[in-house]
């Protein structure tokens, strides 16, 4: 098993930024691939970025390209989101999430955290 932790959330102005990270324990070595999903007030949770184990390749939704950059270093078992240029669509629970492949396109989620509010006020 992989236990997922995020931390990092919070409330911020438009414009302004916060990087999320996440820390995985357990069986690290079953988190493959990593990605950060998110989940606004009465919409579905979606995809928001993904990334392979080495990191060399990326995925990000439309809606964050520019914006966002998702990191990871293995070594500390960590994921990281940094958010910049925040709106207030960007309102969210975040959410941690891992797979025993790795695979970012059409990801399959073994694992998710508790997930970290995100509010930008306008």
């Known amino acids: 098993q992989v236990q997922l932790v995020e931390s990092g959330g919070g409330s911020v102005q438009a414009g302004g930024s916060l990087r999320l990270s996440c820390a995985a324990s357990g069986r690290t070595s079953s988190a493959k691939a990593m990605a950060w999903f998110r989940r606004a007030p009465g919409k579905e949770r979606e995809f928001v970025a993904g990334i392979t184990w080495s990191g060399s390749s990326t995925r990000y939704a439309d809606s964050v390209k520019g914006r966002f950059t998702i990191s990871r270093a293995n070594a500390q078992h960590t994921m990281y989101l940094q958010m910049n240029s925040l709106k207030p669509e960007d309102t969210a629970v975040y959410y941690c999430?891992?797979?025993?492949?790795?695979?970012?396109?059409?990801?399959?989620?073994?694992?998710w955290g508790q997930g970290t509010q995100v509010t930008v006020s306008s």
């Open positions: 999430s891992a797979g025993s492949t790795d695979t970012i396109g059409s990801m399959q989620v073994n694992y």
